[in-house]
């Protein structure tokens, strides 16, 4: 069973910096692609950045390009999103995520079967 854990959300100004750390758990983590996940209000959910099996390979959507930055430490247990030069349109709940059996290394939300339980991100 896989487990995740979102911490470091907090209100910012527009501007401002924040570091987001997922702590995962379980035997098949260090096997998974891992990525955060973004619920903007009155949107879906969409995936802004994932993060290979060995932490190499990077994507992120255009939305956060440049300015975010996702990694994962060396033993491969925590996940961590470096978020820069924040905007009101970075508001929402950031969601760690695991990638399933069938994953595809993509931004495509279909293909991460864990979450974890959100932290809430503000920008004003």
């Known amino acids: 069973h896989v487990q995740l854990v979102e911490s470091g959300g907090a209100s910012v100004q527009a501007g401002g910096s924040l570091r987001l750390t997922c702590i995962t758990s379980g035997l098949s983590v260090s096997r998974k692609a891992l990525a955060w996940i973004r619920q903007s209000p009155g949107k879906e959910r969409d995936v802004i950045a994932s993060?290979?099996?060995?932490?190499?390979?990077?994507l992120y959507a255009d939305s956060v390009k440049g300015r975010f930055t996702i990694s994962r430490d060396s033993a491969q247990n925590r996940l961590y999103l470096q978020m820069d030069s924040l905007k009101s349109e970075d508001t929402g709940r950031y969601y760690c995520?695991?990638?399933?059996?069938?994953?595809?290394?993509?931004?495509?939300?279909?293909?991460?079967?864990?979450w974890g339980q959100g932290t809430q991100v503000t920008v004003s």
């Open positions: 993060v290979d099996t060995g932490g190499v390979r990077t």
């Open positions: 995520a695991a990638s399933g059996p069938d994953f595809v290394f993509t931004l495509e939300k279909r293909y991460f079967s864990y």
